[in-house]
């Protein structure tokens, strides 16, 4: 079972507003009398200060552009419901004359748009409409105006409703159109629509700013740290107004650690920024091991009470890059042991359940890794919350290109005339609006120990080779924006040529992309330079480079999940670079690194089949032990020590394949670890694991069932590639089922899909009412299988 984390992160984010507590408001479904589905903010249980609501239900869809949709009184009746977060693309159908880049499939226009109320009790609220990330170009209204536009796809935004908004139950409209005509717009799959979350906020006249707490912990020793809190107050009134800013520190017991305040005035339609301090005791410092969280409560308070609250998650954490000996993290040396990541998950396109990336990082943490990269642009808001509850540090990546766009391949990688749009041609007027959006919003996690503005921007062989002397400026301008906004952490960015001093001495930290062979030439050459790897290769010279280098801080390879695009000729459909596939099934490589990355013994066999009618074949074993012993049914096949192996790797020949093999792995002689190994026979059933039982009733939960075709012996059977048909009974849907075949087409919205390497993974999400979930499972040549859950009711949610 996975264990979920994301719910120890929720605790710690809202044990303040547990402390108050008071009720929440709600958004209910309402139906006017034309029949047609709207959403009502109900004040009936309303806070008297700040509401956040999940704004991703009852949404309208149409795949075409629409003349007029923008108008608050348009029909939409005939269009699709939905709930957010929503991916059109993923949706299909793949298509040879697509981008590869993009893994073909489609782009286009479409329209979203959502019916709500505003009771009375909500009268005098600023409220104001949050997008964590629509793809791409996307236009806003409410009631028929205009909000503004965002071409970037990965930038979160937010528009102000309150002088467009009627009152009093009235309905309003939201409506958004994205264009992604241009769908090979990118080099890698983007999706297409309002993918990620949706929220809506509403505020007293006198609130915090958006993004207007800023939390550091710039003193820390293991007996006290110094806790310095940035608070931006905004006062939308028309009189200046005297008020107490006070500021809480809870911990994750939901006590109450210290409390600081201070009197200000806030000018009329102004704003003030003021910093604070707290001392705390004996802290609890944040790291991959123990990923401790504090909750930061802030209040406004006037004389009529509180005109506004928040709560805000952080870590006492400390760090140092050092050019000599690497990374710290509080005092203590460690090497980063990273993985890139792209934003998709296979079968769920860029719309991805929190769960899912939960159950990939568990995956990570197995391996050893305790760094992402989020490559190449800023992540989903929920994912680095999860980094924090987890533990993981994150490398923050801004951009993929600057001014001038990159190719984008369309008929495979480096076939044919590629695509020169994306979004270079945005960036001289978005890139300053769009780099501080990201820092702004992502400062307050503790994972986050990197800025990065940007990837291989000096990467010679694109259209426009980039001169290093031209880059400087621009780089200095992106660092300059960092700065103004984050002092507290380096700003890197990835390089293809990292030996040009000219573009890595804007850096605080340089990141290498594939070029281990200059660590020790530039660290004697630019002894001032910190170096790490930025994205590497995952063969073992790789992490030798590291290993053997105190002045290396470590690594990120390249990459930790298979993505969808940046594929080969068609019928590729996606990169097959990462350490797990599209299912986030292991890899064999997933199990080497975790032999170099981990100390809990460990050991695991794979079969090399022999090349030719003469040839044996090899039984590889990946361990971390110190020596492993092999048995052929229980008889010895000999002991090999790790420390006579120059590749890591133990490798026996042996005459068949046939019966069992096991592995015991051993340290100082005695047996710690086994694993075992057996060829399969005929496929004779499914073999169904699920990693829960039971699902919350908010219509967002995912379970995943892990479906196995084995043998009578229950070995998977690899060469197995049944068509598996899935249906479900109960409140809960099937939204995918993903095998990480590199070149299937089949729909993605199917409840069809053929199985690879004699697995599959299926995605079933919970619906909003409580019962029993029955999922059936057939296939020819093999007997039913069901697996059930159940479903929860949704209680009252902060």
Known sequence: MVKRTHTVLLAVSLVCLLA??????????????????????????????????????????????????????????????????HDWSVEGPFRADLASGTGYLPGGIGWYRKTFRLDDAFAGRMVRIEFDGVYNHSEVWCNGISLGKRPYGYASFGYGLTPHLKRGGAPNVIAVRVDHSDYADSRWYTGSGIYRNVHLVLTNEIHVKRHGIFVTTPHVAEDRAGVEIRTTVVNQDKADRDVVLVNSVFGSDGGCLATVENDLTVSAGGEIEITQSIDLSNPLLWSPDHPHLYGLYTEIKTENGVM?????????RRFDFDPDTGFFLNGESMKLKGLCIHHDAGALGAAVPIQVWERRLSIFKELGCNTIRMSHNPPASNLLDLCDAMGFLVMDEAFDEWDGCKRKWVKGWNKGIPSLKGYGDHFKEWSERDLREVVLRD????????????????????????????????????????????????????????????????LDVVGYNYHEDLYEKDHFEYPGRVIYGSENGKGLKAWLAVENNDFVAGLHLWTGIDFLGEAGAWPWRNSRAGLLDLAGFKKPAAHFWQSLWTDTPMAHLVLEPGKGSEAKPTMVCYTNCDSVELLQDGESLGEKRLSGSATRVLRWRVSSEEGVFSALGKRRGAVVCSASWQAPGEPYRFLLTQDRETLSGNGRDVAHIEVRIVDSNGVRVEDARHEITCVTKGPARLIGMESGDARSHEDYKSNRRKAFRGRLLLYVQSGTEPGKVELSLSADGLPRANVHLKVEKKGDEL
């Not at 047609?36 to 991703?56: H, I, Y």
């Open 20 to 85: 108050v507590a008071s009720a929440v408001p709600i958004l209910v479904a309402d139906v006017d009398a034309e029949g047609k589905e709207e959403m009502m903010v109900s004040g009936k249980r309303a806070l008297s200060v700040r509401v956040e609501l999940d704004f991703n239900a009852g949404w309208r869809f149409i795949k075409e552009d629409v003349a007029g949709a923008h108008e608050g009184d348009f029909d939409d009746g005939d269009w699709r419901k939905l709930d957010l977060p």
């Open 443 to 506: 400062r307050n996690h503790p994972s986050i120990i990197m800025w990065s503005i940007g990837n291989e921007i000096d990467y010679p062989n694109d259209p426009h080779p980039p001169n290093a002397e031209a880059l400087v400026p621009m780089a200095k301008r992106l660092v300059a924006i960092v700065k103004s906004l984050d002092t507290s952490r380096p700003v890197t960015a990835a390089l293809a040529s990292p030996e040009t001093a000219l573009f890595a001495d804007c």
């Open 308 to 316: 506004d609250d928040d709560c805000t998650s952080f870590g006492i």
